[in-house]
């Protein structure tokens, strides 16, 4: 097996009046990747002028322009990722033409699709004659953005959270439990055990975790990141918490 870069960076939010010179400061580093992930949490499209009614605007339909794809281009990313809470803030039209748009650039978007056997597709890049694949899941957003078998969406891993007091105190604080809905997590599995014989490195991608709290992992990213990697992951990318997070090697894998 030849030698890959592999590179992964957080959440893409890009601002209309800047966007052409977001990445000025890093892109020499990101160039040097073979292939450069990230998460996109708005639409590349001039598409879409009202959020579709699932989430209002003023909560956090994020701006878009179709000239943002040049930029993340320039940059070096090579995969996005669309199974997020922003996938569907401006409606479906916008969403496909977001990832049409990618396309046309050379970025291989993933991780959403027209229903749910769609968006649980796969995507492998060969690269020097290795096979790299990627799955995303997703477990925060608004309910309606996950796909169904005749709705479009992302790729849902959803979570129980339960609440325990465990001091006889009254008003103290509670210990929170979270674990991931069986039946996403048994997709989830079926999923990496189908494409583990056809890619070299499998790699799953999660959008998930407790936003803009240091430090703090939900019980149930480490039960299904274990999951993931005990049916054949080989690397575990987190998104969505803005901020850094822990890093665990679990088996003699990575999970970020």
Not at 33 to 59: E, H, L
């Given at each position: ?19 052409a ?52 281009k ?24 977001c990832?049409?748009?990618c396309?046309t ?6 991780g ?10 796969p ?9 790299i694949?990627?799955?995303n ?17 992302h ?7 339960y609440?325990?007091?465990?001091d006889?105190?009254?008003?103290t ?8 809905y ?59 918490a803005?901020?850094p ?6 088996k ?5």
């Amino acid at each position: 097996m030849n030698s890959i870069v592999l590179m992964a960076v957080g959440d893409i939010i890009l601002d209309l009046d800047n966007h052409a010179t977001a990445f000025d400061r890093v892109k020499h580093i990101l160039r040097e990747g073979d292939i450069v992930f990230a998460n996109c949490d708005q639409t590349f499209s001039d598409i879409g002028t009202d959020p579709n009614g699932f989430w209002p605007i003023y909560v956090s339909a994020v701006p878009h322009s179709a000239s943002m794809v040049d930029c993340v281009k320039d940059a070096g990313f090579t995969v996005l990722n669309f199974g997020n809470n922003h996938s569907l803030d401006w409606g479906y039209e916008s969403a496909f033409d977001c990832m049409d748009n990618c396309r046309t650039a050379g970025i291989t978007p993933f991780g959403f699709g027209r229903n749910l056997l769609e968006a649980r597709k796969p995507t492998i890049i060969e690269k020097d004659g290795t096979k790299i694949g990627f799955l995303n899941y997703c477990s925060v957003g608004p309910d309606g953005y996950e796909a169904t078998q005749n709705r479009p969406g992302h790729v849902p891993l959803r979570a129980h959270t339960y609440y325990q007091q465990w001091d006889p105190q009254p008003g103290t604080p509670p210990i929170t439990h979270s674990f991931a809905y069986r039946e996403d997590l048994a997709s989830m599995v079926a999923d990496i055990q189908a494409l583990r014989p056809q890619v070299d490195i499998l790699v799953c991608t999660y959008h998930w975790g407790i936003h803009y709290v240091p430090g703090k992992i939900a019980g149930y990213e480490k039960e299904a990141a274990h999951a993931a990697i005990d049916v054949g992951a080989d690397i575990i990318f987190g998104q969505h918490a803005h901020l850094p997070k822990g890093i665990e090697v679990y088996k003699g894998k990575t999970v970020f």
